[in-house]
C-alpha cells in the first residue's frame, strides 16, 4: 500500500465516512470490514464482521456482539490483562470478507478463502502488531483493543430494518484504537447500505448462510438434502427453508432439529420450514403453497422454547437480556408413513398435453 499515517499523524477524517441513516449515532467507516485478531491461546488468527463507528480521528467502536469468536478471543486478553491486537480491513477480495463473516471456529478464513481461489491469500505483517494484513487490501487500520475501556457506541440503521437499541440504553463497546493507516493511492471506501431487506448486505448475509447451513447438514451425515435457502427477505437470518427427499418416517422431523443444532442454524434462527423434494427452497411461491395444503399445524409444529438470539431482533422483550428467542419448526411435508394413503396430486395427462402443445400455433394464441 503506497500511504501510510502513523503517530500523530493518524486522521481517520481524511476519508468520506459517511453517516447512513438520519438517526445514526455517528459517522460509519465499517459496514464492509473485517478485523483481524489472534487467539492468544492457540495462536490462531481471526477474522470477523463487526459495525465499525468512527468516534474521532484515532478511535473506531466495535460492536462484537456477545459469544462471537471474537468476543471470546477478546475475553482471552482480557483475562490476561493485556489489550487485544487487531487489524481492521476495509475492501479487498470479496472472499475475504464473506469468510470474515462466517461463523466457523475450525477452520481458518484465510485458508477458506485461499482454497476457493485456488490460491494462498498474498498478505504482508503488520509494523504494529504482527498480524497478518492482505496484500490487496484498500484501507487498513492497525491497532488494539483494549477490553477494559468501553465507549458508547450506535444507534445504528442495522440489518433488521430497525435502529439497534442504544436509542433506550446506552450500550458501550470496545474501541479499535488505530496506531497506523495503510491505504492505496485513491483508496475505495467500501460500505454496505445495510438498512431495510433487502439491499446488498441481507444478499451477503443470505449467500454465506445459505451455504454453510447447507455445509453443515452434509457434514452432520444427514441424507436426502435436496436445497437450502436462508431467504434475504427475512434479513438473511431469521428463517430458514430445507426441501428433502424423505428416506424414513421421521426423516423431516430430524431435519428440522438439525438446522437447529447447526453451527450456522442455532444463532437467530426463528423458524425453518421443510418441504418435499418436488418444491425447491428457494421457490417461495410452491413453499407457501405446501404450508397452504401439506403442513397441519398440530401434527406439523415443533416449539422450541429456548435457543441463542441475536440482540439485535427488534422482537425480543425489551425489558429482557435480549439473549434468548424461541424457535418453530414447520413440517411441511407429506408424512412417508402415509405410503399408498397419500394425496394424489394432479398431474397434466402428458399424451393430451404434447397434443395441444403441437397445436398451439393454430389456435391463434402464439
Ligand atoms: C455486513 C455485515 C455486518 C455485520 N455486523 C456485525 C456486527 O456489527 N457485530 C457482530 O457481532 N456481527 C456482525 N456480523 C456477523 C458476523 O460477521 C459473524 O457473526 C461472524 O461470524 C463474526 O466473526 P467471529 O465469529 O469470528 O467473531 C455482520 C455480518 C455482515 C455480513
Ligand atoms: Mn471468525
Not at 153 to 173: A, R
Not at 329 to 338: F, H, K, L, V, Y
Request: charged share 25%.
Amino acid at each position: 500500500m503506497e500511504n501510510i499515517q502513523e503517530g500523530d499523524d493518524v486522521n481517520l477524517e481524511k476519508f468520506p465516512v459517511p453517516k447512513f441513516f438520519p438517526m445514526d449515532g455517528g459517522r460509519y467507516i465499517g459496514t464492509t470490514v473485517f478485523i483481524i485478531v489472534r487467539d492468544p491461546e492457540t495462536n490462531e488468527v481471526n477474522l470477523g464482521t463487526y459495525r465499525m463507528q468512527m468516534l474521532d480521528g484515532k478511535r473506531c467502536g466495535v460492536q462484537i456482539l456477545p459469544g462471537k469468536r471474537g468476543d471470546r478471543i477478546m475475553k482471552k486478553y482480557k483475562k490476561l490483562g493485556q489489550k487485544m491486537p487487531a487489524v481492521a480491513v476495509i475492501g479487498c477480495d470479496p472472499l475475504l470478507m464473506l469468510a470474515g463473516s462466517l461463523m466457523t471456529s475450525k477452520a481458518s478464513e484465510l485458508e477458506i478463502a485461499g482454497s476457493i481461489r485456488g490460491e494462498a491469500v498474498q498478505y504482508i505483517t503488520s509494523a504494529v502488531n504482527g498480524l497478518p494484513i492482505p496484500a490487496d487490501a484498500e484501507i487498513v487500520l492497525e491497532g488494539e483493543i483494549d477490553p477494559e475501556n468501553l465507549q458508547p457506541e450506535g444507534p445504528f440503521g442495522e440489518y433488521t430494518g430497525y435502529y439497534s437499541d442504544e436509542f433506550h440504553k446506552v450500550i458501550k463497546k470496545p474501541c479499535l484504537e488505530v496506531k497506523r493507516v495503510l491505504h492505496r493511492n485513491n483508496p475505495v471506501l467500501w460500505q454496505s447500505s445495510v438498512g431495510r431487506p433487502v439491499t446488498d448486505m441481507h444478499m451477503l448475509l443470505a449467500f454465506g448462510r445459505t451455504a454453510t447451513l447447507w455445509t453443515d447438514l452434509e457434514t452432520m451425515r444427514i441424507p436426502g438434502i435436496k436445497s437450502v435457502y436462508v431467504p434475504p427477505e427475512a434479513a438473511g437470518r431469521f428463517w430458514a427453508i430445507v426441501s428433502i427427499k424423505q428416506a424414513y418416517p421421521g426423516h423431516s422431523s430430524q431435519v428440522g432439529a438439525a438446522v437447529l443444532a447447526s453451527t450456522t442454524g442455532q444463532y437467530g434462527t426463528k423458524g425453518v420450514i421443510i418441504v418435499d423434494d418436488d418444491i425447491k427452497a428457494d421457490d417461495w411461491g410452491r413453499v407457501m403453497w405446501a404450508l397452504g395444503v401439506r403442513y397441519d399445524p398440530l401434527r406439523g409444529t415443533e416449539i422450541i422454547k429456548r435457543g441463542r438470539s441475536t440482540v439485535l431482533d427488534p422482537a425480543l422483550d425489551p425489558d429482557s437480556n435480549r439473549l434468548i428467542n424461541p424457535r418453530i419448526i414447520m413440517d411441511a411435508t407429506i408424512p412417508m408413513e402415509w405410503g399408498d394413503r397419500r394425496p394424489i396430486e394432479i398431474k397434466l395427462d402428458e399424451g393430451m398435453a404434447e397434443k395441444v402443445k403441437a397445436r398451439w400455433k393454430e389456435y391463434g394464441i402464439d
